[in-house]
């Protein structure tokens, strides 16, 4: 159904996640993950990690559709606005539909939401923790391509944002490790 059919200038988020059904966990955790594949300031990562790992938590448990606060599925977004973001997103989604299909589909179906759930909570957590303005992008990517595996039920994605996350929490962990490891020759 085409956005000008809909009745009224402004569509709900709440019909938005609606629309979307099993789908919306998905768009979540993509959104999530975009911002942090490129190098930003300090607080997107931690408020993106937290919410992310609010989403992740959810799947964790089996919700079936994301739970969004009430105030969050009243506010409403403009057609104009949603009808540019949908112009520029399809030529993306087209690219990625090319090399991306349904593989190893049981990575991406009902049944694997807990197991994935637990994935994206500990690659928000790795994003909370990450270095300033680049130790996000490989945990970013990594979200991002579980999120992409979601949409497309391409289990090869998924597999792929694990490994992406792997790298991502070693480097991480490296980062930490040089740190308190500097400071504990400073000191000791």
């Known amino acids: 159904m085409a956005l000008a059919a809909l009745p009224g200038e402004r569509i ?19 959104l999530l993950g975009l911002p942090n594949c490129l190098p930003m300031p300090p607080p997107i990562p931690l408020a993106c990690g937290l919410v992310l790992a609010f989403v992740a938590a959810q799947m964790l448990t089996g919700r079936v559709m ?3 606060p009430p105030a969050l599925l009243a506010r409403s977004i403009g057609k104009p606005v949603l009808t540019r973001a949908i112009d520029r997103a399809v030529p993306l989604l087209i690219k990625l ?4 299909r349904p593989r190893l589909t049981v990575l991406g179906g009902a049944y694997a939401i807990p197991v994935l759930g637990l994935l994206i909570l500990v690659l928000a957590l790795g994003l909370i923790v990450a ?5 996000q992008i ?5 979200v991002c ?3 992409l595996g979601l949409v497309e039920r391409d289990g090869l994605l998924i597999i792929a944002g694990a490994v992406f996350g792997a790298f991502g929490l070693a480097l991480s962990a490296g980062f930490a490790y040089a740190i308190f490891s500097g400071i504990h020759g400073l000191f000791f």
């Open 145 to 147: 391509l579980v999120g």
């Open 97 to 100: 539909e090319r090399v991306s």
């Open 12 to 30: 709900a988020v709440g019909s938005i996640v609606a629309a979307l059904k099993d789908r919306a966990y998905a768009l979540l955790v993509v």
């Open 131 to 135: 270095a300033p303005f680049i130790g």
């Open 138 to 142: 490989p945990l970013g990517l990594a």
């Open 66 to 68: 994301p739970w969004l």
